[in-house]
């Protein structure tokens, strides 16, 4: 009969203290993985008495169900029911020591923007239908275009309030605090003051010259040249951070009877103020260093701009940097009459265009189609931002590939010099802006449709041909998994599987892990190794694999599911030591190296390297047979199966 994964799940939820009792919730290959706020409320006994229940164990802070095979169905049973309430995002310091910077940064970026990529993605289709009535000759005085485009540009304009929400829960900060941060940023006088004259001028004659408009206790008080913080993002996430660590400082000496109200007050009064005369500031002669930086490329090199500017175009999107270089692009469209940098900037959506062409094709992820599709008309027309946040960023492997073909395409643009001549108009509708006055359809128009077209199409084959990672939401949960069906059983044939482990064969029921010591993970032995080297014992598929890399399921051709499970209780690791060569659903071959592990970081971190590797569907054939060698090579034979 059926397991009723819901119901099992309701009842664990319950005897664990209710849903308002649970912190956060993970699994492994075996267990679902608690933090709870009170582990008096769990009803012990009743769980070790539930026939679903394999036994309970506590660890590190968890309170853990072993479940066994079932765990990853009752997982995202309990998921389905109470989505939203469940925190199933890693532990913060976790994650801070098993993933590296630069993904840690780009996990950050794409989790702050998960909740509003709907409306992202909207307001971009809205502004991309602007562009389009624009090009036919509407204007604001029309009453549809005003009104459109209030729609389209406003959310984008007040991005910041959108981000400082997201970023509050993100760094467990008042909601409504970091909104204050952010809109002191956005306050309608600070266009004002950059339109009037300033006191003096800063760091005159460098790069960074900037204009002084007031001091704040004689500190320069600065604001960016275009007058405002419209549409920034890294100013507001540091300010917020920043407002985080602020909060969290105060909140420690100030009573807890005046907490309420004197802690938001000293918070803003310390936090506000810095953001406002440090970050916002740096963040701008960061922007203004990048403009200067490519302006002086262009002029050592046009093809070697074409290829840097175009390729991290995007890139200086996610940092909010680009601003610094559309307004270099519009002065030199002003002063001469055409602009190289504009014409650059225009090329690099398309490769993105071409792959949201080619995802709701190549992947049967419903979510991630919705995702492409929504935001593949606003590509076409130069909006990417739902495209970077939703996708691009999540699936990191494609934002490179992009990157790629931008620098490719990039190179095409600046050995041509393809120039426009005009301002206006994004993606698609910027094609007439390439026609020179009083030239008409030249080599520069063509060019220009080349490189558009050859971006496109390339975007789409690299889609086509390198299929569709799996879309990584906000923080992933604790292990990677496939849903993919078992390979179809095939009756009466044999198979043999080599070992993964080179070592000394230890009997399973020897080893000091009762989950694996009483068959009830499945049949099989273990290993324990003589070098740190996990190789491939079947051809076949990579089902699942832990992000620690300390455990991982291969199933062969024929279905088999083999189970290796690198060293007793090497989770707590948490990924130390342990290199992964290999994702879900990457097909594998016999003797394929899949992870190597160190032994000298298990040994001095206590840990026995002992492997267990076992069949998980044993319970399918009719027989398997184990080596009866004491000492075992990767390539000698492990295991034989009859079916």
Same mark, same amino acid.
Not at 85 to 98: H, L, N, P
Not at 390 to 398: A, D, E, T, V
């Given at each position: 009969?059926?397991?009723?994964? +819901? ?26 993985? /608690? ?143 970091? #909104? ?35 001091? /704040? ?18 100013? #507001? ?245 496939? !849903? ?9 044939? !044999? ?50 694999? /832990? ?59 206590? /840990? ?31 295991? +034989?199966?009859?079916?």
């Amino acid at each position: 009969m059926k397991k009723n994964y +819901k119901a099992i799940g309701d009842d664990i939820v319950e005897h664990v203290g209710g849903i308002d009792n649970i912190t956060s919730m993970n699994h492994c290959v075996s267990r679902l993985r /608690f933090r709870l706020k009170d582990e008096s409320l769990v009803d012990a006994n009743y769980l070790k008495s539930n026939e679903n229940v394999i036994s309970l164990i506590r660890s590190g802070g968890q309170f853990q169900i072993v479940i066994g095979n079932d765990v990853s169905n009752l997982y995202d049973a309990i998921n389905d029911t109470y989505e939203n309430k469940i925190d199933t995002t890693e532990d913060e310091q976790e994650s801070q020591i098993t993933k590296p910077a630069l993904d840690r940064f780009m996990n950050l970026i794409s989790s702050l923007f998960q909740p509003f990529l709907g409306a992202l993605a909207a307001t971009g289709i809205i502004k991309g239908l602007v562009a389009v009535m624009g090009s036919m000759g509407m204007t604001s005085d029309n009453g549809v275009y005003m009104i459109l485009e209030f729609v389209g540009d406003g959310f984008f304009q007040f991005l910041p309030f959108a981000l400082a929400v997201t970023a509050s829960h993100h760094f467990k900060i008042n909601t409504f605090l970091g #909104i204050a941060v952010a809109a002191a940023f956005l306050h309608p006088n600070i266009s004002e003051l950059v339109g009037s004259e300033p006191l003096y001028l800063l760091f005159e004659g460098t790069a960074f010259q900037s204009e002084v408009y007031g001091t /704040f206790l004689g500190l320069p008080i600065i604001f960016p040249p275009n007058g405002n913080y419209y549409t920034s993002v890294i100013p #507001i996430i540091l300010a917020v951070w920043f407002a985080s660590r602020v909060n969290k400082a105060v909140d420690r000496w100030v009573p807890t009877t005046i907490s309420g109200t004197l802690t938001p007050v000293l918070t803003l009064l310390i936090a506000a103020p810095i953001s406002l005369l440090f970050i916002g500031p740096v963040s701008t002669w960061l922007s203004d260093l990048v403009a200067l930086l490519f302006a002086e490329l262009y002029q050592l090199n046009p093809v070697i701009f074409g290829i840097v500017l175009t390729s991290l175009w995007q890139v200086l999107v996610i940092f909010g940097l680009h601003w610094s270089i559309i307004p270099l692009g519009i002065l030199q469209t002003t002063l001469t009459g055409s602009s190289v940098i504009l014409a650059q900037v225009m090329l690099s959506t398309f490769p993105i265009f071409g792959m949201l062409m080619a995802i709701p094709i190549r992947t049967k992820q419903k979510k991630l189609q919705g995702r492409a599709l929504s935001a593949s008309l606003p590509a076409l027309f130069g909006i990417t931002e739902p495209a970077i946040y939703g996708i691009m960023i999540p699936l990191r492997k494609l934002f490179v590939v992009a990157i790629v073909i931008n620098a490719v395409v990039g190179a095409y643009f600046g050995y041509f010099r393809v120039t426009r001549f005009s301002v206006g108009g994004l993606g698609l509708l910027s094609l007439p802006s390439f026609i020179q006055p009083g030239v008409g359809l030249n080599m520069n128009f063509w060019h220009a449709v080349i490189g558009f077209a050859i971006s496109s199409v390339l975007g789409f084959l690299s889609v086509m041909i390198m299929g569709v990672p799996e879309l990584e939401t906000e923080e992933k949960a604790e292990v990677e998994t496939s !849903n993919k069906a078992e390979p179809e059983q095939q009756t009466n044939q !044999n198979e043999i599987i080599n070992s993964p482990v080179s070592g000394t064969v230890v009997e399973l029921s020897n080893i000091p892990d009762d989950l694996y010591s009483s068959g009830i993970m499945g049949e099989g032995t273990a290993i324990l190794p003589k070098n740190g080297r996990v190789v491939s014992p079947v051809n076949g598929v990579v089902t699942t694999i /832990f992000r620690t890399g300390h455990a991982l399921n291969v199933t062969s051709d024929t279905g088999t599911t083999i189970l290796i499970h690198i060293g007793i209780n090497t989770i707590q690791l948490e990924g130390r030591g342990f290199t992964k060569y290999v994702s879900v659903g990457d097909v594998v071959e016999v003797g394929q190296l899949l992870v190597e592990f160190d032994l000298d970081v298990l040994a001095a971190e206590g /840990f026995s390297p002992l492997t267990p590797i076992v069949v998980t569907n044993a319970h399918e054939l009719t027989d398997l047979h184990i080596t009866e060698e004491k000492e075992i090579e990767e390539s000698d034979t492990l295991f +034989k199966t009859y079916k």
